[in-house]
């Protein structure tokens, strides 16, 4: 089974539409809807670092976006912001941070949304760094009149394993002054013989026997610790393991060092303290965000671990009872999402809690 790339076929019987806007920085992103009737909550999808809102339509399996139709959500949106591998700003060599995503691409978004959709309920489901990068947008105050949010793997409070940390730490440096590339690319291994890329990820395989798939060694090696890092192999179809290089893009280098930033502190914070675009605190005042957050994560999640339920216990004790936790059995980082069964297993409970929201 070949998967076409940017394909739109995993959704059926939906009027699909995109809304282009521009950024206060001056980057062209875009929102795509997929649209069977109007409601009174629509939501809105972000993807993570690399992906894009392939990772919402995958024809493979039953998907978010069609699981979301199906189940009386018939509004959906999906954002591409300047982390997608749909546009070209992560693979050019740049010195973007999670700041410039909080401050410019979801204010943005979201008023781009808001003339299409006006005052009707907004909720938004978000995944990896586009999670933590919203959620400093809210609690920045960037953004608000967001009805609910569902996060998945990490936000407020990145926890990454010990070999992620010192990768976070070291690695930025040796790509791009070591090694020159300031752009990890899972296709590095297409890569022709004897060229940089390629050595590079045959020494990464050298190191993951626990398949034959470069893309999948080296998008452990890019993200989190394990065998493989990403995801389960037993959670995912075949054919979604093997062109995981489509829904994960090259990833600029520099985004790491704010994530590690953010773990040495210990929460989220600023890259550049004198910065005022964003507030000098995302965690001073948990409490005065009133906005319900479902809060996800797979109990194998080897990228950012227990991130989640670290932000959820520090939120529950600002504000008790506002917001949930939901640990996912044998799930990882991005296959709540991606996964073959999860329409079975995870999305009927991001279903629940947007209908718990919907009044």
């Known amino acids: 089974m070949k998967i076409p790339r940017f394909t739109l076929d ?17 980057l062209g992103l875009s929102l795509t809807r997929f649209h069977r009737a109007d409601c009174d909550d629509v939501v809105l ?37 300047r982390m997608s591998n749909r546009f070209p700003y992560d693979m050019e060599t740049h010195r973007y941070t999670l700041d410039d995503v909080a401050a410019f691409d979801h204010p943005s978004a979201l008023r781009a949304l808001r003339e299409a959709v006006g005052d009707r309920r907004v909720h938004v489901i978000a995944h990896c760094l586009g999670s933590v990068t919203f959620m400093m947008s809210l609690f920045g105050g960037k953004v608000d009149q967001i009805t609910s949010v569902v996060s998945n793997s990490v936000s407020l409070h990145p926890r990454v394993p010990g070999w992620a940390r010192w990768k976070l730490r070291f690695g930025p440096a040796l790509a791009e002054y070591g090694l020159s590339m300031p752009v990890l690319d899972p296709r590095f291994g297409d890569a022709p013989w004897f060229t940089r890329r390629k050595l590079f990820q045959r020494g990464v395989s050298l190191f993951h026997r626990e398949c034959s798939d470069t893309a999948c060694h080296m998008l452990s090696f890019m993200w989190g610790s394990g065998k493989p890092a990403m995801f389960s192999h037993e959670q995912v179809e075949d054919v979604t393991h093997h062109r995981m290089a489509d829904l994960c893009g090259p990833s600029g280098v520099h985004y790491y060092r704010h994530v590690h930033r953010m773990v040495e502190a210990g929460h989220a914070v600023k890259w550049d303290a004198g910065d005022d675009r964003l507030p000098s605190g995302f965690v001073d005042d948990l409490a005065s965000v009133e ?14 671990t227990d991130s989640n339920a670290f932000t959820h216990a520090a939120l529950e004790e600002a504000a008790p009872g506002r917001h949930e936790l939901e640990i996912l059995p044998g799930y990882g980082h991005v296959d709540p999402f991606i996964g073959k069964n999860a329409h079975l297993e995870v999305f009927p409970r991001i279903v629940e809690y947007l209908r718990k929201k919907a009044v």
């Open 45 to 81: 999808l972000i993807h993570g670092l690399t992906l894009s809102r392939d990772m919402f339509i995958m024809p493979e399996h039953t998907n978010l976006v069609s699981h979301l139709l199906d189940n009386g959500f018939t509004d959906v949106w999906a954002l591409d912001f």
């Open 10 to 26: 995993g959704v059926t019987d939906a009027e699909v539409s995109e809304r282009l806007f521009a950024t206060e920085d001056g």
């Open 291 to 304: 906005t319900p957050i479902l809060f996800l994560t797979g109990s194998e999640n080897h990228v950012f």
